[in-house]
């Protein structure tokens, strides 16, 4: 999604970042003055960045100093987005990252079992006989966070073995 305004990248420099920890590192962060949703509580502060079509946004919660990623997760996910419009500075990191996770162990333990043994599993669709099975479930999502907007990606690929004898 596109940001409703989005930034300069001219307006975008090396800033530091203070990562869980207290760790310090220099990352590009994009800057920016408006009117936005904002809220402030005793953990963190809370800005919305709307995006171009008006029916999303993007709400970022920053911790306040001494304030753990955990304990702001647990106060952020139980209040309500911010309803009152102020005007402030946003300096807010440009980044990208991703996840990768292998699902099988977790298919199992919710049940589903009999794909992934040879010999039971029925992917007949596949090649017309009851040799394959599930040998692998991967997720992988990246979201990438730049002056433009957001964008998200997320695919997920089942890998399948032959069971037959050879």
């Given at each position: ?9 001219s ?19 994009m ?98 006989t ?37």
């Amino acid at each position: 999604a596109r940001w409703d305004e989005p930034f300069m990248v001219s307006d975008t420099a090396d800033a530091p970042f203070v990562l869980d920890g207290n760790k310090l590192v220099q990352v590009p962060t994009m800057n920016r003055v408006g009117s936005y949703l904002y809220a402030e509580s005793a953990t963190h502060q809370t800005l919305t960045l709307p995006y171009s079509d008006g029916s999303l946004a993007m709400t970022i919660a920053l911790p306040r100093p001494g304030n753990s990623l955990a304990i702001v997760e647990a106060a952020f996910l139980g209040e309500p987005a911010p309803t009152a419009w102020q005007h402030v500075k946003v300096a807010l990191p440009r980044f990208e990252m991703g996840s990768r996770f292998e699902l099988s162990e977790a298919l199992q333990a919710l049940g589903v079992r009999t794909v992934f043994q040879p010999g039971q599993a029925d992917l007949s669709g596949i090649d017309g006989t009851r040799d394959q099975f599930v040998s692998a479930v991967i997720h992988q999502a990246v979201i990438t966070l730049d002056e433009a907007g957001t964008e998200a990606a997320a695919a997920t690929a089942v890998l399948t073995k032959g069971g037959g004898m050879a």
